[in-house]
């Protein structure tokens, strides 16, 4: 059962509200730590609404003008949601996680290796560099993988010994569920599975853990049976942009793998993971339609891929730090006929192994599967 199908209206309305227009804090301290730069769900805090931990953006230029205030927490860790000084929820905080004050015999902070996603997901960068970012004209510009690693909070390779040892705590100390492995693209044709292949093969040996890895396509389609030979449970393979006009303006060097070649190595991934094992990011707000995003996800659906779409956050430091995010009324036209087509083709978010689409944390999508 997925926790968010019996949330009422309101609530789900209100979280697609808050990760449109970000959360500002009385107190910035409050609960877990939010991240800045890196990968995934930069610039965002995880808050829990009405049982569910959702990650919201809070150091974006959006956040800083949004309506929604969160105030002081309590000794409980719970928090007054304001709207334009009105009070209409209580909120949550998760607490920091104790494997954050553990590091390596060789002095690297656990948490430079792995971080906690929402309240129950380990994620980690194996590879903190990337082909496409380290040029400026074939960057994505939307990505800040770069920026932890300047700001030294994170190392710019874990080797599969450290990762092992971080998952293993966090799931002896903080009860993580599942753990994604994500990576920059290295200059190799495999395009980062080698090292995901190492990385998920050491946690297995260390802790009974359901792994998402993460990549862009790899040019010998091998590796999807390799891959899951080593313990990968699920596959993400993120398109981010579905229009090809979208997807050279925004990411010029990641378009250089076309589309078509997406869908074609969907349809392999999905044939050595199962379906709805696989999935691929899609960020709304960067320029598609809503009708393009819905018609891919339809494209996807059909090819047993769960569509993970998620309002685009717009994170500091970055070309698009001052792009809009996309509105809550444009996340519901997408989201609602997805979550109906979802649940007409039994693919739901909760029937996911590992990894994003079963967090659910960055997106509502989930809440729409009903």
Sequence with gaps: MNARENLPASSRQLMTELQSTGLRLADPRAGVSSRRGGAGPSDHKAVTVDGVTIMVPVHTSTAWESPFVAGEPDENGRSALMRNAIPIASIGFPKAPRFYAMQTLDGVPYSHIATLHSADVLATTVLQTCIR????RKSCKFCAIGQSLAAGRTIARKTPEQLAEVARAAVL???????????????????GAQILCESAFAIKAAVDLPIQAQCEPPDDDRWFERMKASGID???MHLEAVTPAVRERIMPGKASVPVARYMEAFEKAVA????GQVST??????????????DTA??????GVYPFVVPFVPISGTPLEDHPAPTPEFMRSVLAPIGAMLTSADMRSADIKAGCGKCGACSSLSSYEV
Excluded: W
């Design 298 to 303: 339809r494209e996807l659906i059909a090819l």
């Design 173 to 191: 100390l903080d009860n993580v569920k599942h753990m994604v492995l994500t990576t920059g693209t290295p200059p190799t044709s495999d395009r």
């Design 272 to 275: 050595v993971f199962g379906r």
């Design 234 to 236: 699920t596959l993400g």
């Design 281 to 294: 990011y899609i960020l709304a707000g960067l320029g598609d339609s809503a009708q393009a995003i819905v």
């Design 133 to 136: 970012y380290e040029s400026r």
